[in-house]
């Protein structure tokens, strides 16, 4: 029988990591989903800065994605797993942070 191997707490096999990846890849598609519907938009609204702002949050996305990623292929890694899990984590806040920055600003008109 094959030896199981031990999760690093808080990191790869059972960790964070395992949760952000899926939704990071969601939310790059919403960006994605989000400019192109601004893009549309500006026939009749004029232009914004709201697709430019859209797609440093994809890439913020895009940078948790594969730090997540990286950190459960690497899970036998224990310490560089955990920061690359640490920088999935913390690009995925500043991504929600900003999406949601976004959306009030563009609803109030002021981007």
Do not use: Q
Request: charged share 15%; glycine share 10%.
């Amino acid at each position: 029988m094959a030896e199981r191997r031990k999760a690093i707490p808080g990191s790869g096999e059972d960790g964070l990591s395992r949760h952000i990846l899926p939704n990071a890849g969601t939310m790059v598609g919403v960006c994605t989903t989000l400019i192109g519907l601004v893009k549309i938009a500006e026939g009749w609204i004029g232009p914004s800065h709201v697709d430019e702002a859209a797609a440093l949050t994809a890439v913020l996305f895009l940078i948790s994605a594969v730090a997540s990623y990286l950190s459960i292929r690497l899970g036998d890694v224990g310490d560089l797993s955990i920061r690359l899990e640490r920088c999935a984590d913390i690009c995925f806040v500043i991504g929600l942070i900003g999406l949601t920055l976004i959306a009030v600003l563009f609803a109030y008109e002021t981007i």
